[in-house]
C-alpha cells in the first residue's frame, strides 16, 4: 500500500511539473512573438499588404478575363462587388496582421523582477486550482471563471490582479472546501505523456524557435533583407498585374 501511494504522488509531482513547465514555455513563446513582431512587424505587415493587393488585381484580372471571353461587358459595379465578397478572408487576416503589429509596439516592458514574482503567484495557484490538475473542481463555476482571470493575468504579466486573485481564491477555497480535498487524477501516465507532446511541439515550432534568430544581429538583418526582398518582389509583380489590368476594358459607375 505504501508503494501504491509514492507512485501516486510521484505521478502527481511529474504531472504538475509538466503542466507548469508547458504553461511557462505557452507564456515564453507569446512574449517571443511579440518580440519578433517588434522586430520585424513592419515590413511584416508591408509585405502581406502588397500580397493582398496582388492576389486583389489577380482576381480582378480572372474576373474581367471571364466575362471578355464570354463576350459580356464589364461592369465597374460588378467587379467591386465581386472583389470584396472575394477579398474578405485575406482582409480579415491583413486586419489581424496591424492589430498584432499594434499590440506589440504598445506592450509594456516588464521588469525580470515583476515577471518572476508573477510566475510564483501562478504556480501557486496552479497548484491549488488549475483544471488539469483538480478535476474535483470541473463544475465549480465560479473557480473556472477565477482560473481564467488567472491565466490572463499571467499572460499578460498584470500583478496586481494576480495577487488580488491569489486572495480570493485562497478565501474561496477555504470557505467552500475547508482548503483542497483530496482527489485523484485517472489515466495520469497518459496525462504526462500528453502534456510532453504538447512541450515538443510548442519548443519545436514558431515563435519559439524564433529565440535563436532574435538573439543573433547577423540572423536578425539577414531576415530584415529577407522581408524587403519580398516586398520588392511583390511591387514588381503588382506593375506587371497593373498592365494586364489595363489590357480590359471596364465601364466605370455611373454617377
Known sequence: MEDLIKIKNTSYAKYEEVLLRRDNLRKEAEQIHINYIKEFGELIKESFELKVECIKKKKEIAFCQRLANQGKKINRNDLIDYIEKAMMEYYAELDSIIKDVKYAKESRKISPSVVRKIK????????????DMHP????????????????????????????????????YLEKNYNGTPDFEIKDIDAKIMKVEEEIDEITSNNPYLYKLLLTSKTAVKEKRKEYQEEIESYKKYSKQLDEVLETFEIEEMLS
Open 120 to 131: 510564483e503567484i501562478y504556480y501557486r495557484l496552479a497548484k491549488m486550482i488549475h483544471p
Open 136 to 171: 474535483e473542481y470541473a463544475d465549480d463555476e465560479v473557480l473556472q471563471d477565477y482560473w481564467n482571470r488567472i491565466s490572463i493575468a499571467y499572460q499578460y504579466n498584470c500583478l496586481d490582479d494576480i495577487e488580488e486573485l491569489e486572495e480570493i481564491v485562497k478565501l
